[in-house]
């Protein structure tokens, strides 16, 4: 049964900015490309925030990106780099990624934080802003 998994992240300064975002095209690549990939996209919302929906054919799938390199690796830099982190992970019957309305409602309703060194106020809440669905990129 396909996996959908969704991220979001909000970049603390604009300084890690520019490291970030390359490493984020490097990672949805990567995804793109591997094994078990059913559907990849991206979409940049306001105030230096990311999300991330990915459809998987399985959970193995899914966990080797996960651990593999470049995404692997840049995992760990997060923790410095953003001061909000979220995800979600669950199955379903098709690989249809949803819309990131439903998306934002899954990750509020379901999500877990993921660590951060430097937390904001919304991700101790665990308070996360709709996201402004205006253009997403689809990477497959």
């Known amino acids: 049964m396909p996996v959908?998994?969704?991220?979001?992240?909000?970049?603390?300064?604009?300084?890690?900015?520019?490291?970030?975002?390359?490493?984020?095209?490097?990672?949805?690549?990567?995804?793109?490309?591997?094994?078990?990939?059913?559907?990849?996209?991206?979409?940049?919302?306001?105030?230096?925030?990311?999300?991330?929906?990915?459809?998987?054919?399985?959970?193995?799938?899914?966990?080797?990106?996960?651990?593999?390199?470049?995404?692997?690796?840049?995992m760990r830099k997060l923790l410095e780099w953003c001061d909000e982190a979220a995800l979600v992970h669950w199955t379903q019957s098709d690989a249809e990624i949803p819309s990131w309305t439903e998306a934002h409602e899954r990750l509020q309703r379901e999500g877990r934080r993921s660590k951060v060194n430097h937390p904001s106020a919304a991700h101790g809440a665990f308070r996360i802003e709709p996201p402004r669905a205006s253009r997403d990129i689809r990477l497959k």
């Open 4 to 74: 959908i998994s969704i991220t979001r992240l909000k970049v603390r300064l604009w300084r890690y900015l520019p490291m970030f975002f390359l490493q984020a095209l490097r990672a949805a690549r990567q995804a793109a490309s591997s094994r078990g990939n059913l559907s990849t996209r991206l979409l940049r919302d306001r105030n230096k925030t990311f999300w991330t929906a990915t459809s998987w054919s399985d959970e193995a799938s899914m966990k080797d990106f996960m651990h593999a390199s470049p995404h692997g690796p840049v």
